[in-house]
C-alpha cells in the first residue's frame, strides 16, 4: 500500500487558522494562525493580516502571547491583549500602516480575554473581557485558587501626543458587571465570546441561574440578561434587566446586538421539557421591551420534518437583516433572514458547501450587504470568502490548503449515499477516500460514529477526529449520520429521545450491510470508532452481533454504565431516559440501554482511550469496559491522559493519541503489526 500523504503529524504541526475579521471599511481583515514544532516543542503564534481585494496576507505581529486582535470600529486601528510573564494581561494598540509604533495602553491584574470593543457616541471606546474573580469581586492573580468567571470592563478614552491620538485607560478602570450576583458568564466549560455582546446601549449576556428552573429534572434555565448603559465608567451594580419571551420558558444562549445598539437578537430553545428541541431566533426591540420570534424550524413545519435549528446569529451592518449558521444534510450553512420576520419563515440559503463557522459584514453602511465568510471542508482547514448574498456572488479570497491542492486532496475523495434507516427514513453518510484511491483495489474500513448524540459529521475539518487523515492512513472512511443527528428534521433528531441504543445500532448494522456490497471497501478489515455519545454506542453494539463482523473497536471518553453517569457533572443527562432512575419507567429504560448489563456477549478487541480530567465522563467509565475485555483474556488497551478532559488539547499528546490509535488500526485491519511500527516512530 502506498505511504500516506498525510501524516498525523502534518496534521498536527499545520498551521491553524482563526475566524477573519473585517474592518469597517471592508479593505482589510486580521485573524490569528497557530503552529506547533515537535522538534522544539514551541507553540508559534502570528497575528496577520488580509488585503480583501489580493487575498494576500502580511505578518502584522508575532507574538505567541498575543491574543484577541480586535478592530477599534471606523479606525484604521487594532487592539490585543497580551499575556505577561507575571500572569498580567497587557492592553496594546497599533494603526494598521504603522505596526512599529504599537504602544501600551495598560496593564490588568491578571489574566484576561474574549476581548469585545465598541466605539460609544462621545467617541470612546467600550471594552468586555473576561477573566476569573475572587469571593470578593476582584479579578484573579494567577498565584491564588481559581474561582468562578466574570466579565469586567473598561473604557478607552483618546488623548492626543505628538500630533498623533492615543488611547488610555479611563480612570474607572475594570468593573465587575457581575459583582453581587451568583451569576457566571462565559459559561463553564465551554463558554467563551458567543455568551456575550456589548453595544452603545449597553451589554447582554447569556448565564444560566440557579434560581429559575426548567423541566422535570429541575435546572437552572440559561437566561439572557441586558445591561442597559450609555458609559462604562460607572457602577454597573442592580441593573440587570431579564430579555424575556412572553409564553416561552426555554433556555436562551448567543446574544448579538443589532450594529444600531436599538435590537438584541439571540437563539432560544421553544420547549423546555423537551431536550432535543431545536432553536429558534428571537429579536428583543430594546426601544419598545418586545420581543418577536423567528422561528426557524416553523411552528407547523416542526410537525412536517422541518429540517434547520439555528446554530449562532449575526447582523448586517445596516441592522435589517440577520443571519444564521444551520446544519443542513452534512453541511453547516449559512443562512438569511430578516428581523422583521415573524412567526413562520423558511430562510434562505447564501452557501452550499463546507461548514461556515463564522461571518463578519465588511464594506460600506448602506452599500448592499457583503460579508467576510470563514469556513472549512473536509479538504481545507480554513477558506476565506467575500460574499454578497443579493447578488448570488461569491469570491473565494483565501484558502489554506488551496482546495487541498497542498497536501494533495482533491474533492473527488468526498462522496456520499443514502440507506434505509430504522424507521422509514433513509439515513445520509458521508465518505472519504484516500488520496491515491484506485477503484480496483479493496481498503479496509473505518467505520466514525458521531458523539452528541445531537450533533452531525459535516463537511468541515477537525484537528481531532479527522476524516482526511485517517483516510491517508490507508482506510475508506465511512460517516453515518444516525437516528438523532442535526440537519435532517426535527422529528428525526426527536427520535433519539429514550432510545440511545435503539435506532442508532439498527442503522449501524444497516450501513455494514450496505457496505458489504461496496466492491473497494473490505468489510473482513474493519475498525469501528466514536467518542462520548458514539463510543457508549460502540459499548452498546459491543454485545449485538455487528460486533463479531468487526475486526476492532476504539471507544474514547464513553458511557459505558448509565447508572455510573450519576457520577458525571452532566446533571440533566437522565433527561434522555425518560427521568431518574429511581423513578419506575425511568428505571426500565436505563436496563434496557446500559450497555454493562451485557458484557457476557463481548468478544471484539476494544482500545479505550479517556482522561482523568473528563468530568463529563468520568474516567472509571473507561477502565471499567477495559478490565473486563482483560478479565475476559480479550485483546484491550487503555490510553490514559492524567492532564487532559474530554478533549485531547495539548500540544504533545494528540501526537501520542494518533500514534496509539492508527497503530492499533493497523494491528487489527492490516498484516503488518502495526501498533509497534507507529510507536517506535
Request: charged content about 20%; some cysteine; aromatic content about 10%.
Amino acid at each position: 500500500m502506498a505511504p500516506a500523504l498525510i501524516s498525523f503529524r502534518v496534521l498536527l504541526s499545520a498551521p491553524r487558522l482563526s475566524a477573519a475579521i473585517a474592518n469597517a471599511r471592508g479593505t482589510h481583515a486580521v485573524f490569528t494562525v497557530s503552529s506547533y514544532s515537535f522538534e522544539s516543542k514551541t507553540e508559534k503564534k502570528e497575528i496577520r493580516i488580509l488585503d480583501l481585494q489580493s487575498g494576500n496576507s502580511t505578518l502584522f505581529l508575532n507574538n505567541s502571547k498575543a491574543h484577541d486582535p480586535c478592530w477599534l470600529e471606523d479606525e484604521n486601528e487594532i487592539i490585543w491583549l497580551e499575556d505577561t510573564a507575571t500572569g498580567l494581561t497587557e492592553l496594546y494598540i497599533s494603526n494598521l500602516n504603522v505596526t512599529e509604533e504599537s504602544y501600551s495602553v495598560g496593564k490588568f491584574d491578571g489574566p484576561v480575554s474574549n476581548l469585545k470593543v465598541k466605539k460609544l457616541a462621545d467617541g470612546t471606546f467600550a471594552i468586555a473581557v473576561t477573566g476569573k474573580v475572587t469571593p470578593d469581586g476582584v479579578l484573579y492573580n494567577p498565584e491564588d485558587e481559581a474561582k468562578p468567571f466574570s466579565k469586567a470592563r473598561i473604557t478607552l478614552h483618546q488623548t492626543k501626543e505628538n500630533g498623533r491620538y492615543r488611547y488610555v485607560l479611563s480612570a474607572a478602570g475594570l468593573i465587575n458587571a457581575l459583582e453581587g450576583t451568583s451569576l457566571e458568564c462565559p459559561m463553564p466549560p465551554f463558554g467563551g465570546l458567543q455568551d456575550f455582546d456589548i453595544s452603545r446601549s449597553g451589554i447582554a449576556f447569556a448565564t444560566k441561574n440557579p434560581e429559575n428552573l426548567r423541566g422535570p429534572v429541575k435546572l437552572p434555565r440559561t437566561l439572557i440578561y441586558y445591561i442597559p448603559r450609555s458609559t462604562y465608567t460607572g457602577d454597573l451594580s442592580g441593573k440587570l434587566h431579564l430579555v424575556d419571551v412572553p409564553g416561552s420558558s426555554g433556555d436562551s444562549s448567543y446574544p448579538v446586538f443589532s450594529p444600531n445598539g436599538e435590537s438584541l437578537a439571540f437563539l432560544q430553545t421553544k420547549d423546555p421539557e423537551n431536550v432535543y428541541g431545536g432553536n429558534c431566533v428571537v429579536v428583543a426591540d430594546l426601544l419598545k421591551h418586545e420581543s418577536k420570534v423567528v422561528d426557524v424550524l416553523g411552528v407547523e413545519g416542526r410537525k412536517k420534518g422541518a429540517i434547520l435549528s439555528a446554530q449562532s446569529v449575526f447582523w448586517n451592518k445596516s441592522s435589517t437583516k440577520i443571519y444564521t449558521i444551520a446544519i443542513e444534510n452534512g453541511r453547516g450553512l449559512l443562512f438569511q433572514l430578516s428581523s422583521g420576520i415573524s412567526d413562520v419563515f423558511r430562510p434562505f440559503p447564501v452557501t452550499s458547501d463546507g461548514t461556515v463557522t463564522n461571518i463578519s459584514p465588511c464594506g460600506p453602511l448602506h452599500a448592499n450587504d457583503q460579508l467576510l465568510v470563514t469556513s472549512s471542508s473536509l479538504i481545507d482547514s480554513c477558506v476565506f470568502t467575500l460574499v454578497e448574498p443579493a447578488a448570488g456572488k461569491s469570491r473565494i479570497i483565501s484558502s489554506s490548503s488551496k482546495n487541498g491542492l497542498k497536501f494533495g486532496l482533491s474533492p473527488s475523495q468526498i462522496s456520499e449515499f443514502w440507506f434505509p434507516g430504522a424507521a422509514d427514513i433513509k439515513v445520509h453518510v458521508l465518505v472519504v477516500k484516500p488520496s491515491n484511491f484506485d477503484e480496483s483495489k479493496s481498503y479496509p474500513l473505518a467505520l466514525f460514529i458521531h458523539g452528541g448524540p445531537m450533533a452531525a459529521w459535516t463537511e468541515s475539518w477537525s484537528t481531532r477526529w479527522n476524516a482526511t487523515v485517517f483516510a491517508e492512513q490507508g482506510y475508506v472512511v465511512v460517516m453515518p449520520n444516525l437516528t438523532g443527528s442535526l440537519g435532517y428534521g426535527q422529528e428525526f433528531i426527536e427520535a433519539i429521545y429514550n432510545n440511545w441504543g435503539g435506532s442508532a445500532c439498527i442503522e449501524l448494522a444497516n450501513c455494514f450491510e450496505q457496505l458489504k456490497g461496496v466492491p473497494y471497501i473490505d468489510c473482513t478489515r474493519s475498525i469501528a470508532l466514536g467518542g462520548s455519545y458514539g463510543g457508549y454506542l460502540i459499548n452498546r453494539i459491543a454485545s449485538q452481533p455487528l460486533a463479531r463482523e468487526i475486526q476492532a473497536m476504539v471507544c474514547r471518553d464513553r458511557v459505558f454504565s448509565l447508572p455510573g453517569m450519576y457520577a458525571c457533572d452532566l446533571s440533566d443527562f437522565d433527561a434522555d431516559l425518560g427521568g431518574p432512575i429511581w423513578e419506575a419507567e425511568a428505571k426500565a429504560n436505563f436496563d434496557r440501554w446500559d450497555p454493562a448489563q451485557h458484557t457476557d456477549k463481548w468478544t471484539t478487541p476494544t482500545l479505550y482511550i479517556h482522561s482523568d480530567l473528563d468530568y463529563n465522563l468520568p474516567v472509571a467509565q473507561g477502565l471499567a469496559p477495559f478490565t473486563i475485555l482483560q478479565r475476559k483474556g480479550i485483546d484491550s488497551m487503555f490510553l490514559n491522559f492524567a492532564d487532559e478532559g474530554h478533549f485531547v488539547l495539548k500540544p504533545e499528546n494528540p501526537l501520542v493519541w494518533h500514534q496509539v490509535l492508527f497503530g492499533w488500526m493497523d494491528k487489527h485491519s492490516k498484516s503488518r503489526d502495526g501498533l509497534g511500527s507507529r510507536l517506535a516512530k
